[in-house]
């Protein structure tokens, strides 16, 4: 069980990475913007496509992270109201029911919506949409892979759930 919360460990400190990387590179894209848009008169399309396709990286990496911290928001009004075991046990189910949902939705229609658009390219950056949808099938397999990782722990009792109430 160890080695999956060092696995664990690792794969937080690249998401947090990338999550930061990915906000910086933005700053630094927003500010661009907004000089050759508002100091030399002559807006840059590149710059606005890239803040929107960095913003829905980020977002989705961020999510992943968030949901394999448990510091995601949860509704606990029924989850309250049960015990101790009933709290488990609706964890559980929540767990797999987001895996099932993750696996179906984001993997395999992430992979399917890549797959139908490698032909289409962006308008500005001409590279394929493709590549830009390929975060949806990766952000996927990272929330089954917290999933795993939260339902083992939910097993095994080996971490103390942690979630925040809405």
């Not at 933005?26 to 606005?48: C, L």
């Amino acid at each position: 069980m160890e080695a999956l919360h060092k696995i664990r460990r690792v794969v937080d400190l690249v998401l947090s990475s990338a999550c930061a990387v990915i906000f910086a590179a933005m700053v630094v894209i927003g500010s661009y913007q907004i000089i050759t848009r508002f100091i030399f008169k002559s807006p840059s399309t590149v710059s606005e496509e890239l803040l929107t396709y960095s913003f829905t990286w980020m977002a989705l990496l961020a999510s992943a992270y968030v949901f394999g911290k448990r510091d995601h928001m949860r509704m606990g009004f029924m989850a309250d109201k049960a015990g101790p075991g009933g709290q488990k046990v609706l964890s559980m189910i929540s767990e797999v029911l987001i895996m099932l949902l993750a696996a179906s939705v984001m993997i395999y229609g992430g992979v399917t919506i890549m797959d139908l658009t490698m032909t289409q390219s962006t308008a500005s950056l001409g590279i394929p949409m493709g590549v830009v949808y390929t975060i949806i099938p990766i952000s996927g397999v990272l929330i089954v892979f917290y999933a795993v990782l939260n339902l083992a722990d939910l097993i095994t009792g080996a971490a103390p759930q942690k979630a925040k109430d809405a």
